[in-house]
């Protein structure tokens, strides 16, 4: 019982952050999900053996989670970052501190510029509902440095009492005569929940 729980809450996160891991995810990712919601659900403490579930397990144990194994975000986006998430408002920032951002960026040799993208979600685990937002930044080359912190925000209903996850994406691009499209491959684009808010 408890893993059809997680095979069906790791189908619902993988619903709710679909418009932006479509372009960093590896091919494992849903196993990946399934095991990490099972370690959530042992956490959980109110209900007995067989009858554990995400919701009253500990979330936060979710925070961390990388959607694209092969470019782990910690190890693509070097810059020093700060999110935060705030139920009472539904607002969710990600203010990346770094000016000099293109030189704490691992890049493939291709890429002349790239984004960073958070996306968030409330999710229902209960009744298989989410609420959800992403945003981006403009497109940022590989050479240049930002006049000001970058700040990003989504933002989802106000006092939502389900679990909040807020996570960040970075993805690249090349520019060729003066056309900048994204890499023929997703290998590098990284993606990882960087920030849990249980209930």
Do not use: W
């Amino acid at each position: 019982m408890e893993f059809g729980h997680a095979s069906k809450a790791a189908h619902l996160i993988f619903l709710a952050f679909a418009p932006s891991h479509y372009l960093a995810k590896d091919p494992n990712l849903s196993a990946h999900l399934v095991r990490n919601i099972c370690k959530v659900i042992k956490s959980d403490k109110q209900n007995e053996y067989g009858k554990r579930n995400i919701t009253d397990g500990e979330t936060n144990l979710m925070e961390g989670f990388e959607f694209n194994e092969d470019a782990p975000l910690s190890k693509v986006l070097l810059a020093p970052y700060t999110a935060t998430i705030d139920p009472a408002t539904g607002n969710m920032q990600v203010i990346i501190h770094e000016l000099n951002l293109h030189k704490r960026v691992k890049a493939p040799a291709a890429a002349t510029h790239f984004t960073v993208q958070p996306a968030a979600s409330s999710i229902d685990f209960i009744n298989r509902q989410h609420v959800s937002d992403n945003t981006s930044s403009e497109i940022l080359p590989l050479q240049g440095n930002l006049t000001a912190p970058l700040t990003l925000t989504v933002q989802l209903p106000p006092n939502n009492i389900h679990p909040h996850f807020l996570a960040l994406r970075i993805s690249f691009l090349q520019e060729c005569n003066g056309v900048i499209k994204p890499l023929n491959t997703i290998a590098h684009n990284a993606m990882a929940l960087i920030k849990v808010h249980g209930v």
